[in-house]
C-alpha cells in the first residue's frame, strides 16, 4: 500500500500549473522536457526590462550600469550554486546543447586528431552526441561507445576497456538521464576518466533540479546546464569549464563584446568568459535562471527534492502494477522520471489517451535512439516530477493509464 | 472539447490491432521507407505494379494504432487501383486531414474506411502519423 502525500507547499507559485485541460485540471508531468516557472523568475525577468533594460558592458550611463551588476551578479549566483572555483568558469550559452557545440568547436578542434578517441555513452541524448560526430569527423578522431547495462546504468567495465586504449581524449555522458532516470557515478567516472589523462564532458540538464551538483567535488572538466530545465527560462543555459581549459581555448563564435581591441586585420580577444559570449547576450534570461537557483535553494530544495522522488516512486510502483505495463530502466538510483510501454498501445496513443485526461506526458525516444536500441523498445512513455509535483498528479496519471487500457485492452 | 471516441473509432482500433498486408513484399516493384521523426517510427510500404495498375500494396513496420490503422487501410484502399486513380485517393486523403489543403469529400466517397480517419485532424500532432504510410507510398510510386 502507497501513502498518501500530502498537498504540495509551492505548487500556488507556478501559474502555469493553475489551468484546466481536456475539461480536467492540468497534471504537468513533462518536466524533463522543460518546467515550469515560479513567479519569482517571471518578475525577476519582467523587472528587468521594466526598471533596467539596457545593454550591457561598456556603456557608461546608469541602466548599462545597472543590467551588466545584474548579468554579472547572474553569473556569480550560478557559479556559486555549482561551486565553480571563480565566476569566470561559466559560460552563458543558450543552452545545453550550444554548451555541448562550445566545447566540441572550440576545445576539441584544438585538442583532437587523428587516431583520437572520444568516448560516448549510449544513454547520451542527441545533442552530446551528434557535436562529436561533426568534430570527429573534421579533426579524423573517432567515437567509442561506453556501454549500458540493461538496468540502464553506465557499463563502467566498458568505460574501463575503451580507456585502456590509450586513445581517449575526451568522455562525455550526462549526469541525470532525461529519458529514464538513472543519475551516473559522476565523480567516479570523472576520476577514472582523470587517471587517464582523458577530459570529461558532463551533460547536466537533467541534474541542477534534482540533485546537488558540485563541480569541484565532482571532478569534471566541462559541465553543461540549462536553465529552463532547472524553473528558469528558455533560451539561457551556461557551461562551467576549468578555467585553464577555457583561457587556452580558443573562441568558438567570434562578433563584438568578445574583444579587447581590433584592427581590419587582427584582433586581440578579451579575457574569459567574454571570450566565449560574442554579441548581445541574453541579460533577462540570465537574470531569470540565477533567480530560478536562488528561488530553489530558498524553497528548501532539499524537502522538494524529497517530495518529488517519493511521487516518482509511486508513480513505478503503481504502474507496475497495470497488466501488460512495463517501466523501462531499474538503475539503483534514479532522478524523478519514470519511463514506460504498454503492451498494447504505442506511446503515441498513450499520451494522446493521457491529454485528454489533462495529463501531459512525454511519448516518443526522447531524443535518446541509441539507447532506445539498447533497451531493446522504439520509444517510450514518459512521466517526469518536479518540485511542484503533487498526489493529484499521481492518481491522474494512474488513471490516464487504466484509460489507456479500456480502450486499447490490457494484455493480450 | 475533443471526444477520444472521434479519434479512436472501432474501426481504427481494430486495424490498429489488426492490420491487413502487413506484410514484406518480395515480388514489390516500388517500394519506400516513411520515417516519423517524432516518434522514430518507421514504414516500409510496398507496390507491385503492372501496366498502370496497382496490383499489390502491402506494409511493414510497428507504429502507433493511427500509423497502423492508416497503412492498413490504406493497402486495403489501393489495391487495384490505376496509378491515376491511387494518386488521386491520396491527395483527397491527404486533404481530409490537412487544413491548409482543400478538402474534397466526393472524392473519397466509396471509401468509408478511410473517413473514419477524419477525427485525427483535431489532433494536429497525430496527423504525421495518419500520414506517414501515405507519404511512403507516394515516394514509392514516384521512385525517391
Known sequence: ?412 | MLNLTDLYQEIILDHGKAPRNKRTMETATHWAEGYNPLCGDQIKVYLQVEGETVKDVSFSGNGCAISQASASMMTEALVGKTIDEANSTFQSFHAMLVPSDKPDQAKLQGYDELQALEGVKNYPNRIKCATLAWHAFKSALEGK
Not at chain 1, 526590462?49 to 545584474?70: C, P, Q
Not at chain 1, 497488466?323 to 498501445?345: C, H, K, Y
Open chain 1, 1 to 412: 500500500m502507497v501513502a498518501t502525500i500530502l498537498s504540495n507547499p509551492i505548487k500556488d507559485q507556478f501559474p502555469a500549473l493553475d489551468q484546466m485541460v481536456s475539461g480536467h485540471p492540468l497534471a504537468y508531468l513533462d518536466s524533463a522536457a522543460t518546467t515550469q516557472r515560479p513567479v519569482a523568475v517571471l518578475e525577476a525577468m519582467e523587472a528587468f526590462y521594466r526598471h533596467d533594460n539596457s545593454n550591457v558592458h561598456r556603456g557608461i550611463h546608469s541602466l548599462s550600469v545597472r543590467a551588466t551588476d545584474h548579468y554579472d551578479d547572474a553569473r556569480r549566483q550560478i557559479a556559486r550554486f555549482v561551486n565553480a572555483s571563480v565566476p569566470e568558469e561559466i559560460v552563458f550559452t543558450k543552452g545545453c546543447t550550444e554548451a555541448v557545440n562550445l566545447v566540441a568547436q572550440a576545445w576539441g578542434r584544438q585538442n583532437l586528431t587523428q587516431g583520437d578517441v572520444i568516448a560516448v555513452s549510449e544513454m547520451d541524448h542527441h545533442s552530446n552526441i551528434v557535436p562529436w560526430q561533426v568534430i570527429a569527423e573534421a579533426t579524423g578522431a573517432s567515437i567509442e561507445p561506453i556501454s549500458v547495462t540493461q538496468k540502464g546504468e553506465l557499463d563502467i567495465s566498458s568505460l574501463r576497456a575503451v580507456l585502456a586504449t590509450g586513445k581517449v581524449k575526451l568522455v562525455a555522458f550526462k549526469h541525470v538521464c532525461n529519458a529514464i532516470g538513472t543519475v551516473n557515478p559522476v565523480s567516479e567516472v570523472a576520476e577514472l576518466v582523470s587517471t587517464h589523462g582523458a577530459t570529461t564532458l558532463v551533460d547536466g540538464a537533467q541534474a541542477l533540479a534534482h540533485i546537488d551538483v558540485d563541480v569541484q567535488a565532482l571532478g569534471v572538466d566541462f559541465y553543461a546546464m540549462a536553465g529552463h530545465k532547472v524553473y528558469g527560462p528558455m533560451g539561457i543555459g551556461a557551461l562551467f569549464a576549468r578555467k585553464e581549459l577555457l583561457e587556452a581555448m580558443a573562441p568558438y563564435q567570434v562578433g563584438g563584446g568578445m574583444i579587447q581591441k581590433v584592427t581590419l586585420t587582427s584582433t586581440t580577444y578579451a579575457p574569459v568568459p567574454e571570450k566565449f559570449e560574442p554579441g548581445t547576450p541574453n541579460v533577462p534570461g540570465a537574470i531569470g535562471f540565477a533567480a530560478a537557483l536562488d528561488w530553489l535553494s530558498d524553497s528548501g530544495k532539499q524537502r522538494l527534492w524529497n517530495l518529488e522522488s517519493e511521487l516518482a516512486h509511486q508513480a513505478r510502483e503503481r504502474l507496475q502494477s497495470i497488466n501488460g505495463l512495463r517501466v523501462i530502466g531499474s538503475a539503483r538510483e534514479t532522478a524523478p522520471i519514470v519511463s514506460f510501454v504498454m503492451e498494447d498501445a504505442h506511446p503515441h496513443d498513450i499520451g494522446t489517451v493521457m491529454d485528454s485526461e489533462g495529463v501531459a506526458i512525454r511519448a516518443g525516444h526522447h531524443c535518446c535512439q541509441p539507447l532506445m536500441d539498447r533497451m531493446g523498445v522504439g520509444s517510450t512513455a514518459r512521466a517526469s516530477f518536479a518540485a511542484y509535483s503533487t498526489q493529484e498528479d499521481v492518481d491522474a496519471l494512474i488513471r490516464g493509464a487504466e484509460r489507456v487500457v479500456e480502450i486499447f485492452g490490457g494484455k493480450c
